[in-house]
Antibody, heavy 118, light 113 residues
């Protein structure tokens, strides 16, 4: 069974940093591209970043470029999102998701809440 | 960026009814290479993460009941739920993954009448 478990969320002040982790199991992690998607409170879904299966390629939405870094450790089957210079508008539940062989987000974690507030 | 315009914003239905949710993209999502539309539909129940229902515009994910039907091509897509059940009450989102950045529709809230 595919499982994605996020951790590392919490309350952080504007301008500070936070690192999210996503532990994967139930599939060969190193075979799949992975992504982070977020959802602000009572709002819709918003793609944040994608990383290729081997970590060689990364893609970011414009609003997080230069502030967020997606990475992975295939030996640990873990995906990361380093978030720097956080802003109030980054407040959201962050989901990690697997990009299936058909390039679609086919499995999602349960999400982790990040609140940016002073 | 491709803009996904989803409608309606909300829908109130009774059990057993049929509902239709629409999604229109600002550019075609049809790949000339494989003739597939890179459009997916997700269901998100309260307090849960999104669940993939439909991919390639009309292919049901494994385990999804056949009352969920995806259709459309190019720029216009539809999710139809026939014989709505209480368990179908949720938010529904379309997603284009034809080009970066992937973009979602604003969502449709399905509620009980």
């Amino acid at each position: 069974e595919v499982q994605l478990v996020e951790s590392g969320g919490g309350l952080v002040q504007p301008g500070r940093s936070l690192k999210l982790s996503c532990a994967a199991s139930g599939f060969t992690f190193s075979d799949y591209n992975m992504a982070w998607v977020r959802q602000a409170p009572k709002k819709g879904l918003e793609w944040v970043a994608t990383i290729s299966y081997d970590g060689s390629s990364t893609y970011y939405r414009d609003s997080v470029k230069g502030r967020f870094t997606i990475s992975r450790d295939n030996a640990k089957s873990t995906l990361y999102l380093q978030m720097d210079s956080l802003r109030s508008e980054d407040t959201a539940t962050y989901y990690c998701a697997r990009l299936g062989i058909l390039r679609v987000l086919d499995y999602w974690g349960q999400g982790v809440m990040v609140t940016v507030s002073s | 960026d491709i803009v996904m315009t989803q409608s309606p914003f909300s829908l109130a239905v009774s059990e057993g009814e049929m509902v239709t949710i629409n999604c229109k993209s600002s550019q075609s999502l049809l790949s000339s290479g494989n003739q597939k539309n890179y459009l997916a539909w997700y269901q998100q129940k309260p307090g849960q993460s999104p669940k993939l229902l439909i991919y390639y515009a009309s292919t049901r994910q494994s385990g999804v009941p056949d009352r969920f039907i995806g259709s459309g091509s190019g720029t216009d897509f539809t999710l139809t739920i026939s014989d709505v059940q209480a368990e179908d009450l949720a938010d529904y989102y379309c997603l284009q993954h034809y080009s970066y950045p992937p973009t979602f529709g604003a969502g449709t809230k399905l509620e009980l009448k």
